[in-house]
């Protein structure tokens, strides 16, 4: 089974000397007190907990997986103990208002832990994962007896919360909801319907659970413009904060995935609970992006925790697996063959993942920092801060998970047939990891989302606000040492904008256009936002090496990987390039018909 060592010198480098996260907080009124040192001992108590205590229930969590039973769900052993120690531990309340009991640090570092614990254990993580979401829509859109009742308890961990949208008929869509709210004399509403896929949706881990769920008011007009959001706790909350009477919402089963089995994902059924509206009527689906866009990023890391993981998995294994010698001659000649990372093949292989790894960590963290910025800056820093996120959370929702997935396949490939048993914990990965590409929107919808909401409909702008960005850094390390890494980048950047605007064009004469090109859209602009980070990444240890005379081999690391993901991995933008630009007209116009089995 894979052990979970988290990347702690990494998460470092990242923080402190790419992202220089220090320095930004003291300039930030919110964040004063997470100074380089506090976050370093976050980071450690962190790891340990991740590594100790939720790592080693990952694969009986699969194994066992959740019981249903009308009573309620309870959850695999030791995942209810894990938990009670979460939360008195503090770790919920970390990066959350002081207000409502919060230890108001920097939501990166909530990202930062939400990484370490995902990766040791991601079904476990979904439980409290989840809470976040429904904090910040509580808190953005709640009344002030709303945020009493709720937020304290959500803070502390001593609820959990939900997410609440899909239906049977109704996915991505959500326009197509049935889900029914009617208002009662009390000021409540009476909440029916039946919601599935409900992460975390029931469990024995806390005494209540607060589902944020949306819902159509009698007189709502069709579509996306008439749902209103509700909350809807299973058990009802008295005005002196205690538990009331059981609310009408049961779990009528629970699923059964292909991965994920620790985490319980439930079928609800709302027998006219009650419930309260959040915000202003039919206008749900805009207050529910508060959480979508939180629960987006923290899926993003999904991508990149299954990528760490399956990387960590497999080089374990390549430094210790004999198999055959090396094409250069003998490396391990005293043994019966060499090990497996001699082979240039098993190289690639690993180098990708580690480069898809090392890279989504410094995109992620780099959004969770422009998530901060938005809430604790000046008017200009948060409207720019928020156009990059508006920007990049569809490519980190998008490109993280589906190379995540690839890195996690990676991972079994290395093991060879061992990898395909379920002893070694490798397919466990490749399992839970492939749900990654699917919820909080798939990779089509957020595609379309970057390609026609963010890209073409902000004509462009919000797309030259980040080029810009990468044409100040290059135009900083041109002509240097740099330059390696600099020219490239530069060159994608520039031939980034030349796309996005021949699709542009294209898409004025057939809609059909943008969604034929967006798939390929989002991977492309994916591989060239790694590559800034990258960049980046690879200026700083060369900068470090020429200014230090102890041991380098982590920045010595960071160059050669740099290399190959700008030598092995950029260069599949050409590829993306000729697909995105070869029209609508090879996938549209077969005849419906023609389709045949």
């Known amino acids: 089974m894979t052990d979970y060592k988290a990347p702690v010198r990494d998460m470092r480098f990242v923080i402190n000397e790419v992202l220089e996260s220090g320095k930004l907080y003291q300039t930030l009124p919110r964040f004063e007190e997470a100074t380089e040192d506090l976050m370093n001992a976050i980071l450690e ?18 194994e066992e997986g959740c019981h249903w039973a009308a009573e309620g769900v309870t959850t695999p052993e030791g995942f209810k103990a894990a938990y009670r120690q979460y939360v008195d531990n503090g770790w919920p309340a970390l990066a959350a ?20 614990a995902g990766t040791a254990n991601w079904s476990w993580n979904m439980y409290p994962g989840l809470s976040h979401g429904a904090v910040n829509t509580v808190e953005t859109h709640g009344d002030a007896g709303q ?9 502390s961990g001593e609820w959990t919360g939900t997410m609440c949208l899909t239906e049977s008929q109704c996915g991505s869509d959500l326009g197509l909801l049935r889900t029914k709210a009617e208002p009662q004399s009390d000021g409540s509403y009476s909440i029916t319907g039946t919601k599935i896929f409900i992460s975390a949706g029931e469990h024995d881990l806390t005494e209540n659970i607060v589902h944020i769920v949306l819902a159509r008011l009698p007189d709502a007009p069709a579509g996306t413009k008439g749902i209103s959001l509700f909350i809807v706790p299973k058990f009802n909350v008295n005005e002196d904060g205690s538990l009331g009477e059981r609310n009408a919402v049961h779990c009528a089963s629970i699923e059964e995935k292909m991965g994920i089995h620790g985490n319980a994902t439930a079928v609800l059924n709302f027998d006219g609970a009650k419930g309260f509206l959040i915000a202003e009527p039919n206008r749900g689906l805009n207050a529910m992006f508060t959480f979508m866009n939180v629960a987006r990023i923290g899926t993003a890391i999904q991508g990149l925790a299954h990528a760490e993981l399956s990387f960590q998995g497999a080089l374990s294994y390549a430094r210790d697996r004999l198999a055959m010698r090396s094409l250069t001659g003998p490396k391990n000649p005293d043994g019966p063959a060499d090990p497996i990372i001699v082979h240039p093949d098993v190289r690639r292989m690993l180098l990708t993942q580690k480069a898809f790894a090392e890279g989504s960590r410094a995109l992620l963290y780099f959004l969770a920092q422009q998530g901060d910025i938005m809430v604790a800056g000046t008017e200009e820093q948060a409207k720019a801060a928020d156009d990059l996120m508006s920007l990049l959370t569809p490519i980190g929702k998008a490109f993280v998970t589906e190379v995540g997935f690839e890195a996690a396949n990676h991972g079994v490939q290395v093991f060879g047939g061992h990898g395909f048993i379920r002893e070694w914990g490798m397919e466990q990965i490749v399992r839970d990891a492939r749900i990654a590409t699917l919820y909080e929107g798939t990779t089509g919808i957020q595609a379309l989302d970057l390609i026609g909401r963010k890209v073409l409909g902000s004509g462009g702008k919000l797309l030259v606000g980040f080029t810009d960005i990468i044409s100040a850094f290059c135009d900083a390390y041109s002509g240097t040492e740099h330059a390696e890494f600099v020219e490239p980048l530069r060159a994608a950047k520039d031939e980034w904008t030349e796309v996005s605007m021949k699709i542009g064009e294209a898409a004025m004469g057939d809609a059909n256009e943008a969604g034929a090109a967006a798939v390929d859209y989002i991977m492309y602009s994916g591989y060239i936002t790694l590559a800034y980070f990258w960049a980046r990444m690879a200026v700083v240890a060369q900068e470090k090496i020429a200014a230090s005379d102890e041991d380098v081999s982590f920045y010595q690391a960071k160059i050669l990987t740099a290399r190959f993901y700008f030598e092995r991995l950029l260069p599949r933008t050409e590829s993306l390039k000729v697909t995105m630009l070869a029209g609508a007209g090879n996938l549209m116009d077969m005849p419906e018909e023609l389709f045949q089995l």
């Not at 945020?147 to 803070?155: A, P």
């Open 45 to 62: 108590e962190g790891a340990r907990f991740a590594e100790n205590v939720l790592a080693p229930l990952n694969r009986n969590g699969d």
């Open 147 to 155: 945020k009493k009742k709720y937020l304290t308890k959500l803070v």
């Open 97 to 116: 208002d002081a207000e409502h009991g919060g230890q108001g640090m920097p939501s990166m570092l909530g990202i930062v832990v939400t990484e370490m």
